[in-house]
């Protein structure tokens, strides 16, 4: 079979394996809930307990997996391809912890409660430490992948402590940003979501325009531009779709880590080293991902919960240092 038809095929199968996880997420709970029942609270509306359940917090709660999904698992892969660096990811490298530094201001010292607020200060956040990481992984010979990511590391470690610090100079205030601090997407309702989508869609264009021109990229900056590519335009390009992504998405959850580490690398091994496919199968496979670690929260600890930002670093911590230790991990 040609390598493009897989390719679909492939994409098929991740669409079908993400449908049936959608389901499974409203059904799967405190209690589990019938597929006629789900069906009843979607199409024929009544008063019924499990329909109000559904309706107000399984499916809101479902849509957020999806959502963030996405956009974790493309801005890993976007930001993996721009600094060449299999070991990038928004958490490993303090994207999200610049972005959830910045909204722990926002909310606790500007009193600012609603995401329509507070969304443009984790915007804000994930620009600049962004921008400080792959500052400071530059060097005479290019961008060092272990530097960069000790650097990051670095960063949200500095920027977690500041976080806590200002949150025990007033615990009652941040007493609602527990869960939010853990990263987590229950309770969250679809009024979160509506506006950072807009945002969304501006990354996703983007990510797709630069996709072609990170392929080329990948080959060293004099063969990108032997071929056409402009370099300051596609990395600005790039930092503002991995920005909207990256800020949005803690906004809306969290900070919430590994995700964007091991999608992309699974999307490379089905569909090789082209970004236009990994950048496909990574906005797929994420949300898959993240519904799978959100039903295992639910289940393990039944009645209570395990935020999913928990079980999403219970299970990429291994997965970071078995990349770290691998002798290929320093380039793409």
């Known amino acids: 079979m040609p390598r493009p038809r897989r390719r679909l095929l492939g994409l098929l199968v991740v669409l079908v394996v993400l449908a049936v996880l959608l389901m499974l997420s409203v059904m799967i709970g405190s209690t589990a809930i019938a597929p006629s029942v789900v069906w009843d609270a979607l199409f024929h509306s009544s008063a019924d307990t499990d329909q109000f359940a559904i309706r107000d917090f399984r499916l809101p709660r479902t849509v957020v997996g999806l959502v963030v999904g996405a956009a974790l698992g493309l801005s890993g892969a976007l930001i993996q391809a721009l600094t060449r660096n299999p070991l990038a990811d928004p958490g490993v490298l303090g994207v999200h912890a610049g972005a959830s530094f910045a909204v722990t201001v926002a909310v606790g ?48 470690a500095v920027l977690g402590g500041f976080r806590e610090a200002l949150q025990l100079t007033d615990p009652d205030a941040f007493d609602a940003m527990r869960n939010w601090n853990a990263g987590s997407i229950a309770g969250r309702p679809l009024e979160v979501v509506w506006p950072v989508l807009p945002f969304f869609a501006v990354a996703l264009v983007l990510a797709f325009v630069v996709s072609g021109p990170l392929n080329a990229l990948a080959l060293g900056d004099e063969l990108a531009v032997a071929q056409g590519v402009r370099l300051v335009r596609t990395r600005v390009l790039a930092v503002i779709a991995l920005t909207l992504l990256a800020g949005g998405a803690t906004a809306i959850a969290g900070p919430i880590g590994f995700v964007g580490l091991m999608v992309p690398h699974v999307a490379r091994w089905i569909v090789g080293p082209d970004q236009r496919w990994i950048f496909a199968y990574s906005a797929l496979l994420a949300p898959s991902l993240l519904l799978v670690s959100d039903i295992l929260g639910r289940v393990v600890t039944r009645p209570g919960e395990i935020p999913v930002g928990i079980v999403t670093a219970f299970v990429g911590a291994p997965v970071l240092v078995a990349l770290v230790r691998r002798k290929k991990s320093s380039g793409l």
């Open 109 to 156: 010292l500007l009193g600012v409660r609603d995401v329509q607020g507070y969304m443009w200060f984790a915007f804000a956040g994930a620009l600049i430490v962004t921008l400080l990481v792959l500052a400071f992984g530059s060097t005479r010979q290019g961008s060092s992948p272990v530097v960069m990511v000790l650097a990051g590391v670095c960063v949200g």
